[in-house]
């Protein structure tokens, strides 16, 4: 009898987070779904990666490890349960391209096969899955956000308080730790004598009790680096590039904290800054790859003009031709309508769409079943505790510790409860949002401003070089697919620039 060799493949599972990897959920039954996936289909598993973080930010250990690993070892075959398990970002959507890397994407739970093969409205629909899944995680990045701007408007701190202050649960506000603030506020006035150095200063510290977080050893440099040029210690701290009046009451004086700066020379000389062109950051070369730079030339009419041209950086470009700024951006108007879209494609993607719509929609009402869950139970072990301590089975200073423990998890699971239940709203108008960009850019781009331009050329074309006086570019995934597809003029004109432009702001994690 003859035996059927099974072919080798790899398997890819992911959960959003380790404390969802801690409970045993999502990655056991992804195993489980894809080992019967591939005991069904005669598909030899050879090895299994496993991924316990984010997907927000592209660059994952274990993705990076699965491409290098089918390349080595010549492995053509992928199998992850679905599309947001696999990527959930467009950077990794293009380097895990299965047309560029001939390889098989099977999506289990979704019963579909990618490959080079694939037909196109296939690969159109998974292009718009995979923005989808990446609008997805990005609402609930933004519903965390909304949570933190809320803090930041009553001038609270909205993460975990620095060294010599505590986090108040109760009521959400941060105190002074009273055990390690004299100690913090002590580095702070033998910095400012000038006779310390780092090194001296957190030998001295663990003289007086001061510990790593993690650790009994002494701080490191560039944790008391961090603490000296903290601005918290008085009352004010930054997030996202933003400053930000504290409601904590500041530990040490502004005077001494100016001090501090300049004897352990954490004050710099400010850059000066330099005008921005438009243009110039994602465009290169095409003969030599430097960057391409502008300047401004004044004519003897007064007039001035605004110029770009190869930085010849490598010293070999042997074409620096200089090319006017109009010039640069008719071509860039030229490359987007270019880009058109037929009513069928609409209406077949908007059916899809409300297909995956409605599967999103069980997968958050399951999510908000599994918190809900998870919630009750901490709330069991609250009341247990409380019980236990009155009759003396637990220590106070355990009891509180635990009890501290599980009200900030509760704490964080209303944060995914309330996050999951206003994701995604506008999960199909995004979609169509998708094709009013392609079918009105041409028209929008003349009237952005600097930056709305920039997002533009950034979510639609890769790799733009300048070429004598020519720009080349290739159109990006799904783009590239919707270039000279119809002649819809009608249709183009029923959307308003003002819907997409407000698009392109919400959705700028769609450029590379």
């Excluded at 079918?439 to 709305?452: T, Y």
Aim: charged fraction near 30%.
């Amino acid at each position: 009898m003859e035996i059927t060799r099974k072919q080798k493949a790899v398997a890819y599972l992911r959960v959003s987070s380790k404390d969802q990897e801690k409970e045993g959920n999502s990655i056991p039954a992804q195993k489980r779904i894809i080992e019967d996936y591939a005991l069904k289909n005669n598909f030899n598993v050879v090895k299994i990666f496993k991924e316990a973080e984010t997907a927000k930010k592209a660059g994952r250990k274990e993705f990076t490890k699965m491409i290098e690993y089918l390349q080595q070892n010549n492995i053509k075959i992928v199998m992850v349960e679905k599309t947001d398990r696999l990527y959930r970002n467009f950077t990794d959507y293009v380097e895990l391209s299965f047309e560029e890397l001939d390889l098989e994407i099977h999506l289990v739970k979704e019963n579909e096969i990618l490959s080079k093969n694939s037909k196109s409205h296939q690969k159109f629909i998974h292009g718009i899955k995979v923005l989808m899944a990446k609008n997805y995680c990005d609402n609930l990045s933004e519903e965390v956000k909304k949570g933190h701007h809320e803090k930041l408007l009553k001038g609270i701190w909205p993460s975990k308080a620095p060294i010599g202050y505590l986090n108040r649960l109760e009521n959400h506000t941060i105190v002074i730790d009273p055990q390690k603030a004299p100690i913090i506020k002590k580095a702070f006035e033998l910095s400012s004598t000038g006779n310390y150095s780092l090194s001296l200063l957190k030998k001295e510290l663990y003289k007086m009790g001061l510990r790593g977080v993690r650790s009994s050893k002494e701080l490191s440099k560039q944790s008391m680096s961090s603490i000296l040029s903290n601005p918290f210690y008085i009352g004010e701290f930054e997030w996202n590039k933003k400053k930000y009046k504290g409601s904590h009451e500041p530990l040490i004086s502004r005077e001494l904290y100016n001090a501090v700066q300049f004897n352990m020379g954490f004050v710099t000389k400010p850059k000066a800054t330099k005008r921005d062109f438009v243009f110039r950051g994602p465009l290169k070369c095409g003969h030599c790859g430097s960057q391409i730079t502008a300047e401004i030339k004044t004519k003897r009419s007064g007039n001035q003009y605004t110029y770009y041209h190869c930085t010849n950086g490598k010293g070999i470009c042997t074409n620096v031709t200089y090319l006017r700024e109009e010039s640069i951006e008719e071509q860039y108007i030229n490359a987007f309508n270019k880009i058109h879209l037929s009513e069928e494609i609409i209406e077949f993607t908007k059916d899809v769409l409300l297909q995956s719509h409605q599967e999103e929609k069980l997968f958050r009402e399951t999510q908000i079943k599994e918190l809900t869950a998870r919630y009750k139970r901490l709330d069991n072990y609250i009341d247990q505790a409380y019980l236990d301590k009155l009759d003396g089975a637990i220590e106070p200073d355990k009891w509180e510790s635990k009890t501290s423990e599980w009200k900030l998890e509760q704490e964080h699971i209303t944060k995914k409860f309330d996050a999951f239940r206003v994701a995604n709203s506008s999960y199909m108008l995004e979609g169509i949002r998708l094709m009013e960009i392609a079918n009105s850019s041409g028209k929008l781009f003349p009237v952005m401003i600097l930056a709305e331009k920039r997002e533009l050329i950034s979510l639609v074309l890769s790799n733009p070089v300048l070429i004598d006086s020519t720009i080349r570019y290739e159109y990006k995934k799904p783009f590239d697919m919707f270039v000279n597809m119809s002649e819809v003029e009608k249709w183009r004109e029923r959307f308003s620039p003002t819907q997409i432009l407000v698009f392109i702001k919400l959705n700028d994690k769609l450029g590379d």
